[in-house]
């Protein structure tokens, strides 16, 4: 009996992992609305991205403070680990992603971006010895099949170093459901993504250029409502969606959480038709399609966290 209710909470906790990690792809799908409205009030991406770590690493720590004040407390053994969740990953995939925008179609860096399922799947087979089941394969293809329709096949020529930074960024993003559960053996969610948070926004400081943005800050009209505006990106596409998924990543295994989230493209389009009456192409609803199918997939076949138990969680 007590065997058959473990098995049960075990799978409510897989479910509601899903449930937190589908979320937190819908949340990122909404990135574009906040950025397009940052960039035309002045701000260049890398400045947008640091308002939007450095904010989120103070709600974070606030979040950290009324939940459980000892989660400040870190081993300093652990110190690199949240280095590279905070450089190695958040900022680092971030820097990438931009700078392969301006490298190439916006099509074509999304593409990239979303490999992180492959490497996730294949770190987590070297680092955590998971499974690769034929479920999971097709799933990921399916997934990564369905991000390429949806973000549009671009047929411009790919240089090496955009194709290098463009995959960069796509490892720099897998890299946190790695570290990510790594980190989740040893601390709570919250102490998780409050030390990565505060770490990427030590790092945006050197890159973003702080005393330009200041300048335009100090340069709109309505400074309150800019301000308003900033803490709702924060909260909308860093606060929410990395908690949901970093909680997610505590009963949801590294791989298919990745393939899980690639929700998030097609989202990001759904807003994009809704808001800004972009078309929706054949190939965008054929690309929905196929990513709804991996995450279908996925769940009427789990493949279960239980043989976590037995790779030292």
């Not at 974070?60 to 652990?78: A, M, N, T």
């Not at 916006?106 to 987590?124: F, G």
């Not at 790919?158 to 463009?166: A, I, P, S």
């Not at 030590?202 to 890159?207: A, E, H, R, Y």
Request: aromatic share 10%.
């Amino acid at each position: 009996m007590d065997t058959k209710v473990t098995i049960r909470e075990s799978t409510d906790k897989q479910k509601i992992g899903t449930l937190l990690i589908i979320l937190a792809g819908c949340f990122w799908g909404s990135m574009g609305l906040f950025v397009r409205k940052l960039s035309a009030d002045g701000f260049d991406p890398i400045q947008i991205v640091s308002i939007r770590v450095t904010l989120a690493a103070l709600f974070f720590c606030i979040i950290l403070f009324v939940k459980d004040r000892s989660g400040f407390k870190i081993s300093l053994r652990d110190i690199p680990l949240f280095l590279g969740l905070g450089f190695g990953s958040i900022l680092f995939f971030t820097v990438c992603y931009f700078t392969a925008i301006n490298m190439m179609s916006l099509s074509a860096a999304a593409i990239l971006l979303y490999t992180s399922p492959v490497w996730i799947m294949l770190m987590s087979i070297l680092f955590f010895h998971e499974k690769m089941t034929r479920m999971k394969l097709l799933a990921l293809l399916l997934a990564f099949a369905g991000c390429v329709l949806v973000s549009g096949i671009s047929g411009e020529k790919m240089t090496l170093t955009g194709l290098l930074v463009g995959l960069g960024s796509g490892i720099g993003y897998g890299l946190y459901s790695i570290l990510g559960t790594i980190a989740l053996r040893r601390y709570s969610a919250y102490t998780v993504t409050a030390y990565t948070f505060l770490f990427a926004a030590i790092g945006s400081v050197f890159i973003c250029r702080p005393a330009d943005m200041m300048m335009k800050f100090g340069s709109v009209r309505d400074l309150g409502k800019l301000i308003l505006f900033c803490i709702l990106t924060a909260l909308v596409t860093a606060v929410i969606p990395f908690l949901s998924y970093t909680l997610g990543l505590d009963s949801v295994e590294a791989s298919k959480a990745g393939i899980l989230a690639t929700i998030e493209p097609m989202v990001a389009t759904l807003f994009g038709v809704l808001v800004f009456s972009e078309p929706l192409t054949l190939l965008s609803g054929m690309g929905i399609l196929l990513i709804l199918s991996a995450v279908v997939l996925l769940n009427l076949f789990p493949g279960g966290k239980g043989n976590e138990a037995d790779q030292g969680k």
